[in-house]
């Protein structure tokens, strides 16, 4: 038995979108959160960051230093960041954690001492 061909249907091809797809705008995209909040609200101040680094018990150790030594830790803090190889693989996964550890190492080594 022999199936009769069937007629391909005719596809009129138009430029531009289709009449009832309405035009994408920028309003109508969903808003997605920044994967670093942290990093949005981090300030450019170098001791501002080490202190929102640390937890709160850290913290208010460092704050009672003087401002000169605050200012010290917070840049052995930028060091401990930039030169710890450890941390390099941290930060790829999780920039906001190395940060913390590095901050609570810089405190740790400064109060044991």
Not at 1 to 21: C, F, I, K, L
Not at 44 to 68: C, I, S
């Amino acid at each position: 038995m022999t199936v009769p061909a069937r007629r391909a249907a005719s596809v009129r091809v138009t430029p531009g979108p289709a009449p009832h797809t309405p035009a994408l705008r920028l309003e109508h995209l969903p808003v997605t959160p920044d994967p670093h909040p942290r990093k949005a609200l981090m300030p450019d101040d170098e001791l501002t960051r080490f202190l929102a680094a640390l937890g709160p018990a850290a913290r208010e150790k460092v704050q009672a230093q003087p401002r000169e030594r605050q200012e010290q830790l917070a840049a052995a803090w930028e060091a401990e960041l930039s030169e710890d190889t450890d941390l390099d693989t941290l930060s790829e996964l999780s920039p906001a954690a190395a940060a913390d550890e590095a901050a609570e190492r810089v405190v740790r080594e400064f109060f044991e001492t």
